[in-house]
């Protein structure tokens, strides 16, 4: 995420870039001109914002749920009802949702395990398995 300092900053360099004002006819008096080196600090500070952008925007965390749930999918024509998953996986989705202000759906199964929905699905954390488990998809029997 792009942090308030940066992006004030870049405001400032960005604000070297208007004009220096009008005269009466609306004529500019003066054009303001930039050195080479405050271009390139330009330049850094929009690459580094550019980045931050695409890593806040990351999937990873929820590619492999993902693909089993399109896998499910396409061979029974709807998204799973149900995901055992770990506790590693449970908490990258978890952050995934936090990371990306996504609303929370947590609860609770039958048996007290503690759920999180991701799309259409449940996942259900099992911390008894390995911590980067993740089950098949299977529907409320």
């Known amino acids: 995420m ?4 940066e ?24 054009t303001a001109e930039i050195s080479d080196r405050s271009a390139q600090d330009i330049v850094i500070a929009l690459k580094a914002i550019t980045t931050a952008m695409y890593a806040t925007q990351s999937f990873d965390a929820v590619t492999p749920i993902r693909t089993r749930q399109i896998d499910y999918l396409k ?25 990306l202000q996504q609303p929370l759906v947590l609860g609770r199964d039958g048996s007290g395990r503690y759920t999180i929905a991701l799309a259409f699905t449940q996942l259900v954390m099992r ?7 993740i089950s098949p998809p299977y529907d409320a029997r």
């Open 2 to 5: 792009i942090d308030r300092r």
């Open 7 to 30: 992006l004030l900053t870049l405001g400032g360099f960005l604000g070297g870039l208007t004009g220096g004002g009008s005269n009466a006819d609306g004529a500019a008096v003066a």
């Open 75 to 99: 061979a029974n024509s709807k998204f799973p009802d149900f995901i055992d998953v770990g506790v590693d996986v449970w908490m990258a989705v978890y952050d995934w949702h936090i990371r």
């Open 127 to 133: 911390p008894e398995t390995t911590p980067n488990f």
